[in-house]
Protein backbone atom coordinates (compact mmCIF):
# COMPACT_ATOMS: atom_id res chain seq x y z
CA UNK A 1 0.00 0.00 0.00
CA UNK A 2 2.64 2.64 -0.91
CA UNK A 3 -0.21 5.37 -2.07
CA UNK A 4 2.30 7.89 -2.64
CA UNK A 5 2.03 11.06 -0.36
CA UNK A 6 3.77 12.94 -3.39
CA UNK A 7 2.18 13.11 -6.71
CA UNK A 8 2.93 10.75 -9.58
CA UNK A 9 4.10 14.20 -11.58
CA UNK A 10 4.57 17.57 -10.68
CA UNK A 11 5.47 19.97 -13.15
CA UNK A 12 5.95 23.70 -12.08
CA UNK A 13 6.57 26.95 -14.14
CA UNK A 14 7.39 24.59 -17.08
CA UNK A 15 8.61 27.10 -19.56
CA UNK A 16 9.68 26.51 -23.73
CA UNK A 17 10.50 28.60 -25.76
CA UNK A 18 10.80 28.45 -29.93
CA UNK A 19 13.13 31.34 -30.27
CA UNK A 20 10.59 34.41 -30.14
CA UNK A 21 7.71 32.26 -29.60
CA UNK A 22 6.80 30.84 -26.44
CA UNK A 23 5.45 27.63 -26.82
CA UNK A 24 4.97 26.66 -22.95
CA UNK A 25 4.21 29.56 -20.60
CA UNK A 26 5.22 28.91 -16.88
CA UNK A 27 2.42 25.74 -16.28
CA UNK A 28 1.98 24.56 -13.22
CA UNK A 29 0.58 20.99 -13.03
CA UNK A 30 0.41 17.52 -10.48
CA UNK A 31 -1.08 14.69 -11.62
CA UNK A 32 -1.99 11.83 -9.50
CA UNK A 33 -1.55 7.67 -9.51
CA UNK A 34 -4.65 6.80 -11.80
CA UNK A 35 -5.45 10.17 -13.04
CA UNK A 36 -6.95 10.34 -16.74
CA UNK A 37 -5.93 14.10 -17.46
CA UNK A 38 -7.09 15.18 -21.13
CA UNK A 39 -5.23 18.57 -22.33
CA UNK A 40 -7.46 20.49 -24.98
CA UNK A 41 -7.03 23.31 -26.91
CA UNK A 42 -6.45 24.58 -30.17
CA UNK A 43 -3.62 24.36 -32.24
CA UNK A 44 -0.98 26.31 -31.57
CA UNK A 45 -1.58 26.36 -27.92
CA UNK A 46 1.47 24.54 -26.45
CA UNK A 47 -0.59 20.99 -25.32
CA UNK A 48 1.82 18.64 -27.53
CA UNK A 49 5.12 20.37 -26.30
CA UNK A 50 3.91 20.31 -22.73
CA UNK A 51 3.42 16.58 -22.94
CA UNK A 52 6.63 16.30 -25.19
CA UNK A 53 8.11 18.38 -22.17
CA UNK A 54 7.17 15.59 -19.67
CA UNK A 55 9.55 12.98 -20.81
CA UNK A 56 12.00 15.44 -22.47
CA UNK A 57 11.67 15.20 -26.16
CA UNK A 58 11.42 19.06 -25.66
CA UNK A 59 13.58 20.48 -23.99
CA UNK A 60 12.96 23.25 -21.38
CA UNK A 61 14.19 26.46 -20.52
CA UNK A 62 12.97 26.98 -17.19
CA UNK A 63 10.93 24.92 -14.65
CA UNK A 64 10.88 21.39 -12.60
CA UNK A 65 9.72 18.13 -13.62
CA UNK A 66 9.05 15.79 -10.08
CA UNK A 67 8.25 11.95 -11.37
CA UNK A 68 7.57 9.76 -7.99
CA UNK A 69 8.57 13.12 -5.63
CA UNK A 70 12.28 12.67 -7.03
CA UNK A 71 13.47 15.84 -10.05
CA UNK A 72 14.13 14.93 -13.20
CA UNK A 73 15.32 16.04 -16.07
CA UNK A 74 17.65 18.52 -15.60
CA UNK A 75 20.97 18.73 -13.13
CA UNK A 76 22.59 22.23 -12.03
CA UNK A 77 26.28 22.56 -12.59
CA UNK A 78 28.11 26.25 -11.95
CA UNK A 79 24.86 27.55 -11.17
CA UNK A 80 23.72 26.97 -14.65
CA UNK A 81 21.16 24.48 -15.88
CA UNK A 82 21.70 21.40 -18.45
CA UNK A 83 20.12 18.29 -19.59
CA UNK A 84 20.97 15.36 -17.30
CA UNK A 85 22.61 12.67 -18.28
CA UNK A 86 21.62 10.80 -21.14
CA UNK A 87 21.33 7.36 -19.12
CA UNK A 88 19.11 8.90 -16.71
CA UNK A 89 16.99 10.43 -18.99
CA UNK A 90 16.71 6.91 -21.03
CA UNK A 91 15.50 5.80 -17.56
CA UNK A 92 12.91 8.41 -16.83
CA UNK A 93 11.23 7.73 -20.65
CA UNK A 94 11.24 4.12 -19.96
CA UNK A 95 8.34 4.57 -16.69
CA UNK A 96 7.09 6.77 -19.13
CA UNK A 97 4.70 5.48 -22.30
CA UNK A 98 4.24 7.56 -25.09
CA UNK A 99 1.68 7.35 -27.77
CA UNK A 100 2.15 9.85 -31.06
CA UNK A 101 -0.28 10.88 -33.48
CA UNK A 102 1.06 9.44 -36.83
CA UNK A 103 2.38 5.82 -34.82
CA UNK A 104 6.32 5.93 -35.42
CA UNK A 105 6.05 2.10 -35.75
CA UNK A 106 9.17 0.57 -36.79
CA UNK A 107 8.44 -0.16 -40.14
CA UNK A 108 11.26 -2.89 -40.46
CA UNK A 109 10.43 -4.92 -37.66
CA UNK A 110 7.23 -7.61 -37.54
CA UNK A 111 3.98 -6.45 -35.12
CA UNK A 112 5.57 -8.82 -32.74
CA UNK A 113 9.18 -6.96 -33.12
CA UNK A 114 7.93 -3.48 -32.46
CA UNK A 115 5.98 -4.11 -29.05
CA UNK A 116 9.49 -6.66 -28.19
CA UNK A 117 11.78 -4.19 -28.71
CA UNK A 118 11.87 -2.05 -25.96
CA UNK A 119 11.31 -5.45 -23.68
CA UNK A 120 14.21 -6.65 -25.27
CA UNK A 121 16.89 -3.83 -25.62
CA UNK A 122 15.85 -1.44 -22.80
CA UNK A 123 14.99 -3.55 -20.00
CA UNK A 124 17.49 -6.47 -21.28
CA UNK A 125 14.99 -9.08 -21.40
CA UNK A 126 15.47 -12.31 -23.13
CA UNK A 127 14.23 -12.61 -26.01
CA UNK A 128 11.87 -15.23 -24.77
CA UNK A 129 10.46 -13.25 -21.83
CA UNK A 130 10.09 -10.00 -24.39
CA UNK A 131 8.17 -12.45 -26.92
CA UNK A 132 5.22 -13.29 -23.87
CA UNK A 133 5.36 -9.95 -22.91
CA UNK A 134 4.53 -9.00 -25.95
CA UNK A 135 2.16 -11.63 -27.12
CA UNK A 136 0.21 -10.84 -23.77
CA UNK A 137 0.16 -7.17 -25.09
CA UNK A 138 -0.73 -7.62 -28.52
CA UNK A 139 -3.52 -9.89 -27.00
CA UNK A 140 -4.92 -6.93 -25.04
CA UNK A 141 -5.11 -4.21 -28.04
CA UNK A 142 -6.43 -7.40 -29.69
CA UNK A 143 -3.88 -8.14 -32.10
CA UNK A 144 -2.67 -11.19 -31.43
CA UNK A 145 -3.21 -12.61 -34.78
CA UNK A 146 -0.89 -9.36 -36.62
CA UNK A 147 2.08 -10.46 -34.85
CA UNK A 148 3.81 -11.78 -37.31
CA UNK A 149 2.84 -9.04 -40.48
CA UNK A 150 4.41 -5.85 -40.94
CA UNK A 151 3.28 -2.47 -40.13
CA UNK A 152 2.88 -1.49 -43.48
CA UNK A 153 -0.22 -4.14 -43.82
CA UNK A 154 -1.79 -2.90 -41.24
CA UNK A 155 -4.41 -0.11 -41.03
CA UNK A 156 -4.18 3.51 -38.84
CA UNK A 157 -6.56 2.03 -36.05
CA UNK A 158 -4.78 -1.24 -35.96
CA UNK A 159 -1.30 0.66 -36.25
CA UNK A 160 -1.45 3.29 -33.65
CA UNK A 161 -3.23 -0.01 -31.17
CA UNK A 162 0.40 -1.26 -31.61
CA UNK A 163 2.02 1.91 -30.96
CA UNK A 164 0.05 1.39 -27.64
CA UNK A 165 0.77 -2.14 -27.04
CA UNK A 166 4.70 -1.06 -27.46
CA UNK A 167 4.36 1.50 -25.16
CA UNK A 168 2.67 -0.81 -22.87
CA UNK A 169 5.29 -3.66 -22.96
CA UNK A 170 7.92 -1.20 -20.72
CA UNK A 171 5.29 -0.92 -18.39
CA UNK A 172 5.02 2.24 -17.97
CA UNK A 173 3.71 4.07 -14.38
CA UNK A 174 1.98 6.83 -17.15
CA UNK A 175 1.17 7.06 -20.39
CA UNK A 176 1.12 9.83 -22.86
CA UNK A 177 -0.82 10.49 -25.82
CA UNK A 178 -0.40 13.32 -28.19
CA UNK A 179 -3.59 13.46 -30.53
CA UNK A 180 -3.75 9.40 -30.89
CA UNK A 181 -6.39 9.43 -33.34
CA UNK A 182 -6.36 12.93 -35.09
CA UNK A 183 -4.38 10.49 -38.18
CA UNK A 184 -6.83 8.61 -38.10
CA UNK A 185 -10.27 7.99 -40.52
CA UNK A 186 -13.56 8.56 -38.46
CA UNK A 187 -14.56 5.13 -38.42
CA UNK A 188 -10.88 3.95 -37.21
CA UNK A 189 -11.14 6.56 -34.08
CA UNK A 190 -13.72 4.18 -32.32
CA UNK A 191 -11.04 0.98 -31.58
CA UNK A 192 -8.24 2.81 -30.95
CA UNK A 193 -10.61 4.65 -27.89
CA UNK A 194 -12.06 1.67 -26.85
CA UNK A 195 -8.44 0.71 -26.23
CA UNK A 196 -7.59 3.59 -24.31
CA UNK A 197 -11.10 3.10 -22.38
CA UNK A 198 -9.69 -0.60 -21.36
CA UNK A 199 -6.40 1.14 -19.80
CA UNK A 200 -7.55 3.74 -17.84
CA UNK A 201 -10.29 1.06 -16.66
CA UNK A 202 -7.08 -0.85 -15.04
CA UNK A 203 -6.20 2.07 -13.83
CA UNK A 204 -3.36 3.55 -16.03
CA UNK A 205 -2.55 7.45 -15.38
CA UNK A 206 -2.71 8.79 -17.99
CA UNK A 207 -2.15 12.56 -20.22
CA UNK A 208 -4.12 12.95 -23.44
CA UNK A 209 -3.59 15.27 -25.85
CA UNK A 210 -7.10 15.40 -28.33
CA UNK A 211 -9.29 17.44 -30.26
CA UNK A 212 -12.10 14.69 -29.41
CA UNK A 213 -14.44 16.20 -27.29
CA UNK A 214 -16.34 12.79 -26.98
CA UNK A 215 -13.13 11.44 -25.39
CA UNK A 216 -12.28 14.32 -23.15
CA UNK A 217 -16.27 14.05 -21.55
CA UNK A 218 -16.10 9.98 -21.34
CA UNK A 219 -12.61 9.41 -19.79
CA UNK A 220 -11.19 12.76 -18.34
CA UNK A 221 -11.08 13.11 -14.66
CA UNK A 222 -9.95 16.36 -15.41
CA UNK A 223 -9.83 18.40 -18.80
CA UNK A 224 -7.60 21.38 -19.19
CA UNK A 225 -8.18 24.08 -21.85
CA UNK A 226 -5.09 25.06 -23.16
CA UNK A 227 -4.62 28.21 -25.14
CA UNK A 228 -0.56 30.45 -25.89
CA UNK A 229 0.89 28.20 -23.83
CA UNK A 230 -1.56 29.29 -20.82
CA UNK A 231 -4.06 26.84 -18.96
CA UNK A 232 -7.52 29.04 -19.43
CA UNK A 233 -9.81 26.64 -17.55
CA UNK A 234 -9.81 23.37 -15.77
CA UNK A 235 -11.65 21.05 -13.96
CA UNK A 236 -13.71 18.27 -14.17
CA UNK A 237 -15.93 18.08 -17.78
CA UNK A 238 -19.11 19.00 -16.23
CA UNK A 239 -17.09 22.02 -14.71
CA UNK A 240 -15.25 22.75 -18.08
CA UNK A 241 -18.06 22.67 -20.12
CA UNK A 242 -20.25 24.50 -17.74
CA UNK A 243 -17.26 27.45 -17.55
CA UNK A 244 -17.59 27.33 -21.05
CA UNK A 245 -20.67 29.35 -20.94
CA UNK A 246 -18.87 32.11 -19.74
CA UNK A 247 -16.03 32.18 -21.71
CA UNK A 248 -16.07 33.13 -25.27
CA UNK A 249 -13.03 31.53 -26.19
CA UNK A 250 -13.64 28.50 -24.78
CA UNK A 251 -16.71 28.34 -25.84
CA UNK A 252 -15.77 29.29 -29.76
CA UNK A 253 -13.59 26.32 -29.48
CA UNK A 254 -16.11 23.85 -28.27
CA UNK A 255 -18.43 24.85 -30.96
CA UNK A 256 -16.50 24.69 -33.67
CA UNK A 257 -15.56 20.75 -32.80
CA UNK A 258 -19.01 19.50 -31.41
CA UNK B 1 55.79 3.63 -99.81
CA UNK B 2 53.98 0.49 -98.38
CA UNK B 3 50.66 1.65 -100.51
CA UNK B 4 52.95 2.74 -103.63
CA UNK B 5 54.57 -0.69 -103.73
CA UNK B 6 51.71 -2.84 -103.51
CA UNK B 7 50.20 -0.83 -106.32
CA UNK B 8 53.23 -1.28 -108.75
CA UNK B 9 53.50 -4.87 -107.61
CA UNK B 10 49.77 -5.23 -109.04
CA UNK B 11 50.46 -2.78 -111.98
CA UNK B 12 53.35 -5.65 -112.56
CA UNK B 13 50.97 -9.29 -111.73
CA UNK B 14 48.59 -7.10 -113.92
CA UNK B 15 50.58 -7.00 -117.12
CA UNK B 16 52.15 -10.32 -116.37
CA UNK B 17 47.95 -11.87 -117.21
CA UNK B 18 47.64 -9.61 -119.56
CA UNK B 19 50.59 -11.06 -121.62
CA UNK B 20 49.41 -14.73 -120.41
CA UNK B 21 46.11 -14.95 -121.61
CA UNK B 22 44.40 -12.40 -123.56
CA UNK B 23 44.88 -14.14 -126.91
CA UNK B 24 41.84 -14.61 -128.51
CA UNK B 25 40.16 -11.75 -126.83
CA UNK B 26 40.85 -9.28 -129.58
CA UNK B 27 37.32 -7.15 -129.07
CA UNK B 28 38.68 -6.07 -125.31
CA UNK B 29 42.31 -5.42 -125.98
CA UNK B 30 41.91 -1.90 -126.08
CA UNK B 31 39.83 -2.07 -122.72
CA UNK B 32 42.40 -4.09 -120.97
CA UNK B 33 45.21 -1.25 -122.33
CA UNK B 34 42.83 1.10 -120.83
CA UNK B 35 42.80 -0.56 -117.63
CA UNK B 36 46.53 -1.24 -117.28
CA UNK B 37 46.84 2.38 -117.97
CA UNK B 38 44.14 3.17 -114.98
CA UNK B 39 47.01 0.81 -113.12
CA UNK B 40 49.94 2.66 -113.65
CA UNK B 41 48.34 5.82 -112.63
CA UNK B 42 47.10 4.72 -109.52
CA UNK B 43 43.41 4.56 -110.63
CA UNK B 44 42.16 1.00 -108.89
CA UNK B 45 38.89 1.95 -108.75
CA UNK B 46 38.97 3.27 -112.37
CA UNK B 47 40.53 0.14 -113.84
CA UNK B 48 37.90 -2.12 -111.36
CA UNK B 49 35.39 -0.90 -113.29
CA UNK B 50 36.66 -1.01 -116.97
CA UNK B 51 37.53 -4.94 -116.36
CA UNK B 52 33.25 -5.29 -115.20
CA UNK B 53 32.92 -4.18 -118.51
CA UNK B 54 33.89 -7.31 -119.78
CA UNK B 55 30.33 -9.29 -120.22
CA UNK B 56 29.90 -12.74 -119.32
CA UNK B 57 30.60 -14.65 -122.26
CA UNK B 58 27.25 -16.49 -124.46
CA UNK B 59 27.37 -20.08 -124.39
CA UNK B 60 29.54 -21.11 -127.61
CA UNK B 61 31.69 -18.04 -127.19
CA UNK B 62 35.18 -17.35 -126.17
CA UNK B 63 35.86 -17.43 -122.49
CA UNK B 64 39.17 -16.23 -122.11
CA UNK B 65 38.31 -12.08 -121.79
CA UNK B 66 35.47 -12.77 -119.20
CA UNK B 67 38.00 -14.72 -117.25
CA UNK B 68 40.94 -12.89 -117.57
CA UNK B 69 39.52 -9.59 -117.07
CA UNK B 70 37.75 -11.24 -113.42
CA UNK B 71 40.74 -12.48 -112.31
CA UNK B 72 42.24 -9.45 -112.99
CA UNK B 73 39.49 -7.68 -111.08
CA UNK B 74 40.16 -10.53 -108.26
CA UNK B 75 43.80 -9.50 -108.32
CA UNK B 76 43.29 -6.05 -107.54
CA UNK B 77 40.35 -6.41 -104.89
CA UNK B 78 42.90 -8.91 -103.13
CA UNK B 79 45.30 -5.81 -103.00
CA UNK B 80 42.83 -3.57 -101.55
CA UNK B 81 42.16 -6.60 -99.03
CA UNK B 82 38.67 -6.76 -99.92
CA UNK B 83 39.52 -10.97 -99.79
CA UNK B 84 35.52 -10.83 -99.81
CA UNK B 85 34.74 -9.15 -102.89
CA UNK B 86 37.32 -10.72 -104.10
CA UNK B 87 36.18 -14.06 -103.58
CA UNK B 88 32.76 -12.77 -104.89
CA UNK B 89 34.61 -12.42 -108.23
CA UNK B 90 35.88 -15.80 -107.67
CA UNK B 91 32.86 -17.17 -107.71
CA UNK B 92 31.06 -15.21 -110.84
CA UNK B 93 33.42 -17.37 -113.03
CA UNK B 94 33.75 -20.81 -111.55
CA UNK B 95 29.48 -20.62 -112.06
CA UNK B 96 30.44 -20.16 -115.57
CA UNK B 97 33.39 -22.46 -115.57
CA UNK B 98 33.51 -24.50 -112.98
CA UNK B 99 36.55 -26.39 -113.84
CA UNK B 100 38.64 -23.12 -114.32
CA UNK B 101 41.81 -24.11 -112.32
CA UNK B 102 43.69 -20.42 -111.84
CA UNK B 103 39.48 -19.28 -110.50
CA UNK B 104 39.95 -22.15 -108.18
CA UNK B 105 43.11 -22.08 -107.26
CA UNK B 106 42.78 -18.10 -106.22
CA UNK B 107 39.64 -18.71 -104.49
CA UNK B 108 41.10 -21.41 -102.39
CA UNK B 109 44.15 -19.14 -101.24
CA UNK B 110 41.38 -16.51 -100.48
CA UNK B 111 39.87 -18.79 -98.37
CA UNK B 112 42.46 -19.26 -96.80
CA UNK B 113 43.30 -15.67 -95.87
CA UNK B 114 39.97 -15.47 -94.60
CA UNK B 115 40.36 -18.58 -92.34
CA UNK B 116 43.08 -17.47 -89.95
CA UNK B 117 41.80 -14.34 -89.14
CA UNK B 118 38.86 -15.67 -86.78
CA UNK B 119 42.04 -18.55 -85.61
CA UNK B 120 44.37 -15.74 -84.90
CA UNK B 121 41.36 -14.27 -82.30
CA UNK B 122 40.55 -17.54 -80.83
CA UNK B 123 44.15 -18.52 -80.47
CA UNK B 124 44.64 -14.82 -78.80
CA UNK B 125 42.35 -15.45 -76.30
CA UNK B 126 43.41 -18.97 -75.37
CA UNK B 127 46.50 -17.66 -74.87
CA UNK B 128 45.54 -14.41 -72.94
CA UNK B 129 43.46 -15.58 -71.08
CA UNK B 130 45.14 -17.21 -68.31
CA UNK B 131 47.38 -14.31 -67.20
CA UNK B 132 44.18 -12.13 -67.75
CA UNK B 133 42.31 -14.15 -65.38
CA UNK B 134 44.90 -13.83 -62.63
CA UNK B 135 44.51 -9.90 -63.28
CA UNK B 136 40.75 -10.42 -62.68
CA UNK B 137 41.11 -11.98 -59.69
CA UNK B 138 43.57 -9.41 -58.27
CA UNK B 139 40.69 -6.99 -59.78
CA UNK B 140 38.22 -8.88 -57.67
CA UNK B 141 40.63 -9.16 -54.49
CA UNK B 142 40.40 -5.36 -54.48
CA UNK B 143 36.74 -4.91 -55.39
CA UNK B 144 35.52 -7.35 -52.46
CA UNK B 145 38.48 -6.01 -49.68
CA UNK B 146 36.95 -2.06 -50.67
CA UNK B 147 33.67 -3.20 -49.77
CA UNK B 148 34.97 -4.34 -46.88
CA UNK B 149 36.36 -1.82 -45.55
CA UNK B 150 34.51 1.07 -47.00
CA UNK B 151 31.01 0.86 -45.52
CA UNK B 152 32.37 0.34 -42.32
CA UNK B 153 34.43 3.81 -42.85
CA UNK B 154 31.51 4.95 -44.57
CA UNK B 155 29.00 4.34 -41.58
CA UNK B 156 32.12 6.01 -39.03
CA UNK B 157 32.19 9.45 -40.97
CA UNK B 158 28.39 9.51 -41.34
CA UNK B 159 27.37 8.66 -37.81
CA UNK B 160 30.50 11.51 -36.82
CA UNK B 161 29.50 14.36 -39.91
CA UNK B 162 25.39 14.02 -37.36
CA UNK B 163 27.60 14.13 -34.70
CA UNK B 164 26.52 16.98 -32.22
CA UNK B 165 30.41 17.15 -30.97
CA UNK B 166 32.37 19.84 -33.12
CA UNK B 167 35.52 18.40 -33.18
CA UNK B 168 34.36 14.57 -33.99
CA UNK B 169 31.89 16.07 -36.94
CA UNK B 170 35.48 18.75 -38.29
CA UNK B 171 37.16 15.61 -38.07
CA UNK B 172 34.80 13.38 -40.14
CA UNK B 173 33.73 16.86 -42.95
CA UNK B 174 37.88 16.97 -43.16
CA UNK B 175 38.12 13.44 -44.27
CA UNK B 176 34.86 13.71 -47.09
CA UNK B 177 36.15 17.33 -48.63
CA UNK B 178 39.80 15.77 -48.81
CA UNK B 179 39.11 12.53 -50.32
CA UNK B 180 36.49 13.89 -52.44
CA UNK B 181 38.28 16.72 -53.23
CA UNK B 182 41.42 14.93 -54.69
CA UNK B 183 41.74 12.75 -57.30
CA UNK B 184 41.84 9.01 -56.63
CA UNK B 185 45.10 8.74 -58.41
CA UNK B 186 47.07 11.50 -56.65
CA UNK B 187 46.28 9.84 -53.75
CA UNK B 188 47.04 6.44 -54.72
CA UNK B 189 50.60 8.10 -55.94
CA UNK B 190 51.07 9.81 -52.00
CA UNK B 191 50.21 6.44 -50.60
CA UNK B 192 52.64 4.41 -52.21
CA UNK B 193 55.43 6.82 -53.79
CA UNK B 194 54.94 9.20 -51.11
CA UNK B 195 54.31 7.73 -47.78
CA UNK B 196 57.90 5.75 -47.96
CA UNK B 197 59.16 9.24 -47.60
CA UNK B 198 58.01 9.99 -44.43
CA UNK B 199 59.21 6.03 -43.34
CA UNK B 200 56.17 4.19 -44.47
CA UNK B 201 56.89 1.92 -46.69
CA UNK B 202 53.68 0.14 -48.10
CA UNK B 203 52.80 -2.70 -50.55
CA UNK B 204 51.20 -2.13 -53.31
CA UNK B 205 48.21 -4.16 -52.62
CA UNK B 206 47.99 -2.58 -48.88
CA UNK B 207 48.36 0.91 -50.51
CA UNK B 208 45.98 0.26 -53.27
CA UNK B 209 43.23 -0.98 -50.66
CA UNK B 210 44.11 2.04 -48.15
CA UNK B 211 43.51 4.36 -51.03
CA UNK B 212 40.26 3.14 -52.63
CA UNK B 213 38.85 2.12 -48.70
CA UNK B 214 39.45 5.92 -47.65
CA UNK B 215 38.24 7.02 -50.60
CA UNK B 216 35.09 5.56 -51.17
CA UNK B 217 34.46 5.68 -46.86
CA UNK B 218 34.26 8.99 -48.09
CA UNK B 219 32.17 8.80 -51.03
CA UNK B 220 29.65 6.30 -48.81
CA UNK B 221 29.88 8.72 -45.94
CA UNK B 222 27.70 11.12 -47.49
CA UNK B 223 25.74 8.84 -49.18
CA UNK B 224 25.30 6.97 -45.51
CA UNK B 225 24.40 10.40 -43.92
CA UNK B 226 22.14 11.30 -46.62
CA UNK B 227 20.25 8.15 -46.33
CA UNK B 228 20.21 8.44 -42.08
CA UNK B 229 18.82 11.85 -42.33
CA UNK B 230 16.07 10.78 -44.85
CA UNK B 231 14.82 8.66 -42.08
CA UNK B 232 11.41 10.41 -40.41
CA UNK B 233 13.12 11.71 -37.19
CA UNK B 234 9.77 10.19 -35.89
CA UNK B 235 11.35 7.09 -36.06
CA UNK B 236 13.93 8.38 -33.63
CA UNK B 237 11.39 10.23 -30.93
CA UNK B 238 9.97 7.24 -30.87
CA UNK B 239 12.89 4.96 -29.84
CA UNK B 240 13.65 7.50 -27.63
CA UNK B 241 10.70 7.67 -26.17
CA UNK B 242 10.41 3.92 -25.23
CA UNK B 243 13.90 4.50 -23.64
CA UNK B 244 16.28 3.86 -26.09
CA UNK B 245 20.43 5.34 -25.75
CA UNK B 246 20.82 7.39 -29.03
CA UNK B 247 23.37 4.54 -30.28
CA UNK B 248 20.52 1.63 -29.35
CA UNK B 249 17.86 3.69 -31.59
CA UNK B 250 20.77 4.21 -34.84
CA UNK B 251 21.90 0.97 -34.24
CA UNK B 252 18.67 -1.06 -33.97
CA UNK B 253 15.94 1.45 -35.96
CA UNK B 254 17.49 4.22 -37.79
CA UNK B 255 20.44 2.99 -39.63
CA UNK B 256 18.67 -0.81 -40.51
CA UNK B 257 16.02 1.27 -42.36
CA UNK B 258 18.53 2.64 -44.95
CA UNK B 259 19.54 -0.05 -46.14
CA UNK B 260 17.09 -0.50 -48.83
CA UNK B 261 17.72 3.13 -49.60
CA UNK B 262 21.23 2.67 -49.26
CA UNK B 263 21.33 0.27 -52.35
CA UNK B 264 20.56 1.93 -55.25
CA UNK B 265 23.88 4.58 -54.85
CA UNK B 266 26.16 2.42 -53.01
CA UNK B 267 25.53 -0.53 -55.98
CA UNK B 268 26.11 2.66 -58.36
CA UNK B 269 29.77 3.38 -56.17
CA UNK B 270 30.37 -0.38 -56.21
CA UNK B 271 30.48 -0.45 -59.72
CA UNK B 272 32.20 2.80 -59.97
CA UNK B 273 34.71 0.92 -57.89
CA UNK B 274 35.10 -2.37 -59.70
CA UNK B 275 36.65 -0.07 -62.96
CA UNK B 276 38.19 2.75 -60.33
CA UNK B 277 40.46 -0.20 -59.54
CA UNK B 278 42.37 0.46 -62.94
CA UNK B 279 43.65 2.91 -61.53
CA UNK B 280 45.77 1.21 -59.24
CA UNK B 281 47.61 -0.11 -62.40
CA UNK B 282 49.88 2.53 -61.92
CA UNK B 283 51.42 1.81 -58.78
CA UNK B 284 52.54 -1.10 -59.77
CA UNK B 285 50.19 -3.90 -59.13
CA UNK B 286 48.85 -6.24 -61.88
CA UNK B 287 45.36 -6.51 -61.98
CA UNK B 288 42.85 -6.51 -65.09
CA UNK B 289 43.71 -3.45 -66.74
CA UNK B 290 47.66 -3.56 -65.99
CA UNK B 291 47.76 -7.64 -67.45
CA UNK B 292 45.78 -6.19 -70.55
CA UNK B 293 47.73 -3.16 -70.94
CA UNK B 294 51.29 -5.38 -70.71
CA UNK B 295 49.65 -8.34 -73.39
CA UNK B 296 48.29 -4.80 -75.24
CA UNK B 297 52.13 -4.08 -75.97
CA UNK B 298 54.06 -6.99 -76.46
CA UNK B 299 51.94 -8.09 -79.12
CA UNK B 300 50.36 -4.60 -80.15
CA UNK B 301 47.17 -6.68 -80.60
CA UNK B 302 43.64 -4.81 -79.19
CA UNK B 303 42.13 -8.98 -78.46
CA UNK B 304 43.58 -8.47 -75.00
CA UNK B 305 41.61 -4.98 -74.38
CA UNK B 306 38.35 -6.72 -75.49
CA UNK B 307 39.20 -9.52 -73.69
CA UNK B 308 39.45 -6.91 -70.80
CA UNK B 309 36.36 -5.07 -71.87
CA UNK B 310 34.80 -8.29 -71.49
CA UNK B 311 35.53 -9.18 -68.24
CA UNK B 312 35.13 -5.98 -66.80
CA UNK B 313 31.54 -6.03 -68.00
CA UNK B 314 31.06 -9.95 -66.35
CA UNK B 315 32.35 -8.69 -63.25
CA UNK B 316 29.78 -5.75 -63.44
CA UNK B 317 26.82 -7.62 -64.81
CA UNK B 318 27.25 -9.94 -61.53
CA UNK B 319 27.64 -7.30 -59.44
CA UNK B 320 24.51 -5.25 -60.60
CA UNK B 321 22.74 -8.23 -60.45
CA UNK B 322 23.30 -8.99 -57.13
CA UNK B 323 22.64 -5.24 -55.71
CA UNK B 324 19.35 -5.69 -57.32
CA UNK B 325 18.38 -8.96 -55.14
CA UNK B 326 20.01 -7.63 -52.09
CA UNK B 327 17.75 -3.81 -52.43
CA UNK B 328 14.57 -6.42 -52.82
CA UNK B 329 15.49 -8.07 -49.62
CA UNK B 330 16.04 -5.74 -47.58
CA UNK B 331 12.84 -3.73 -48.72
CA UNK B 332 10.62 -6.90 -47.92
CA UNK B 333 8.70 -5.15 -45.47
CA UNK B 334 7.85 -2.37 -47.71
CA UNK B 335 5.58 -5.27 -49.80
CA UNK B 336 2.29 -5.32 -48.62
Known sequence: MNIASHPLLKLENITKRFKSLTAVNGVNLEVSHGEKLVIIGPSGSGK??????INLLEEIEEGTIHFEGREVGYVMRNAKRHPDRPQAISALR???GMVFQHFHLFPHMTVLGNVMEGPLTVLRKSADEARSIATDMLVKVGLSDKRDVFPATLSGGQKQRVAIA???AMRPKLMLFDEPTSALDPELVGEVFDTIHTLADEGMTMIIVTHHMGFARELADRVIFMESGNF??????????SAAQDNDRIRGFLNRLL | MKYTASRAFVALLFLWTLTGSCFGAVDYDQLFRQSSD???????DGALALLKQVPAPAADEEAGAFVSSRMQAGRILASQNETVKAIAVCQEVLKLFPDNSEARNFLAALKDQLKPGWHTVLSDVVRFLPSLARGAVMTLMLVLCTMLVSPLGGLLIALGRISTLRPVSGVCWFIIWFFRGTPLLLQLFFIYYGLPSLGITLSPFTSAVIGLGLNYSAYLGEIIRGAIQSIDHGQMEAAKAIGMSYSQAMRRIIVPQTYKRLMPPVGNEFIALIKDTALVSTIAMVELMRAADQLFNAYFNITALALAAVIY???????TFIFEKIEYRAGIYEHR
Do not use: K, N, Y
Open chain 2, 38 to 44: LMAQGDL
Open chain 1, 232 to 241: LAQGTPEELF
Open chain 2, 313 to 319: LVLTTIF
Open chain 1, 166 to 168: RAL
Open chain 1, 48 to 53: STLLRS
Open chain 1, 94 to 96: AEI
